[in-house]
């Protein structure tokens, strides 16, 4: 009788048996869910929804070659090489574009690697780990990337930038954040140049470079904040400021700003 008598432990460690089996019936599918919640939580949209652009030897008109779409991928590997601009987006959305291959626009027109506007002031986007050039030297805009409405620009530090002025924008404010080299390559140019304000982080292994200015901005109560861990260097003015610009300079130590002039 000893050996057919249940004891009140066991009953209760198949009870509880029974539980776990009927909740992970349905926990599985929360938990499930929730893992894929927390993917997508911590996953930015730049992983998972870029559309990849091949390469090729014509201008890229994001609007109209890719409609609907609003970011965008060139593969390490690809190579966009045109006539005049490389990229251009109009103001219809926020773009976000991220090189990891090469950008050329040619010097027949006036042309830059990267022309973009935006829906909303400020708020388009370059990533960059590839190289973008433009060789237009004749100034009034178009440089590596350029600007029409503000924007953000993140070089890393494999990512090369050059044109006339490596960054411009006249419309909206701009904001760096350079780990690469930005090189302004023309003795009117700026490595990086904004009508409207400009935030700059220069990070220790980054380099703003060029034959005339390093970093310009202007513009009547706009605001310029430039941070230095790297290298500053120009022939000219490494940091020209005017027309009213409230600006700080902070220049780590170790860091330079160096320049042939003033």
Known sequence: EENMAISPLRVIFNLNIAILRSWSAWLRPAIQAGVVAALLFFCPASLYAQQIIPGGTATVTLQSDYNGQSEFLLPAGSAITAGGSGVVGDN????????????????????????????????????????????????NGPSGVQFTNGGRVFNRSS?????????????????????GVIYGNSGGGTAVYSGQGATVTNLASGQILGKHYGISANGFNSNATIFN????????????LYHGVVYAVYNAPGAEISSGGS
Request: glycine fraction near 18%.
């Open 92 to 139: 219809s959305q926020n773009w976000l574009f991220t090189n990891q291959g090469s950008i050329a626009a040619g010097s027949a027109s006036a042309g830059s690697g990267i022309k973009l506007g935006s829906s909303t002031l400020g708020l388009a986007q370059v990533v960059n780990s590839g190289r973008i050039v433009s060789s237009w030297n004749g100034g």
């Open 159 to 179: 990512g090369y930038i050059e044109g006339y002025d490596g960054v411009h924008t006249d419309h909206g404010s701009v904001l760096v954040e350079n780990a």
């Open 229 to 240: 861990y790297g290298k500053i260097s120009t022939s000219n003015r490494a940091v020209y």
